[in-house]
């Protein structure tokens, strides 16, 4: 087989057209670091911040120290939430990816405050940490927490959720393994209903919108807009 054959979670272009962009789960911000957060990485960055590789495939359970059902988490903002989750879900080990450093500097101050062994993080890209550093067919399960909603129209584009992401992040679900969605901004709620029960190889496990599962809690965001009548929306599916 040539070496020039399009694999399954790259884009086949057609002939003569400009290519695209490849997907990415994030846009580059700035971000100041705070002087806790500079100290949480250099301490703990070494022992609880995975490096980036593209192979051999990483052995999970020798990261972590035993083998359990895996969620990953794409995008966990300063880590308020994946530090909860991963304290109310001990028998789980958890995968946090996210790009900004000061994010990463204060999870991982959670991770030393709560003791928590089961809780790893990559700095990089959520695209191609799948793609290089997990098995297919792997995950217990996948959050999305608020990712960017791109407001203006000319920018949707640029969201996460979209047919050839979803298409692709459903190959890392393991049978029964689940994927878990939560915006607060109702017209990316709609896209992302319509995507994800556009994909066949997932199961709305609700008839449309899902109740906020026990294990998510409530971001200080969330509480602030409840205050103010603002929804948040769940999405549960489940890889068939």
Known sequence: MSDQTPQPDQQVQPAG?????????FVKR????GSGQQRALEALGPRYVVPFTQGPQTDWAAIFGRAAPTVLEIGFGMGGATAAIAAARPDTNFIGVEVHEPGVGALLKLIDEGSLQNLR???HDAVE???HMVALRSLAGVHIYFPDPWHKKRHHKRRLIQPGFVSQLVRYLAPGGYLHCATDWEPYAQQMLEV????PQLHNT???YAPRPE???LTKFEHRGMKLGHGVWDLLFTAR
């Open 196 to 199: 994800l029960s556009a994909e």
């Open 206 to 208: 609700n008839e449309g």
């Open 17 to 25: 057209s400009a290519p695209r962009a490849p997907i990415k789960s």
């Open 121 to 123: 993080i990559v700095q």
């Open 129 to 131: 940490v799948l793609r």
């Open 30 to 33: 700035a971000g100041r670091m």
């Open 215 to 217: 294990w998510r809690p």
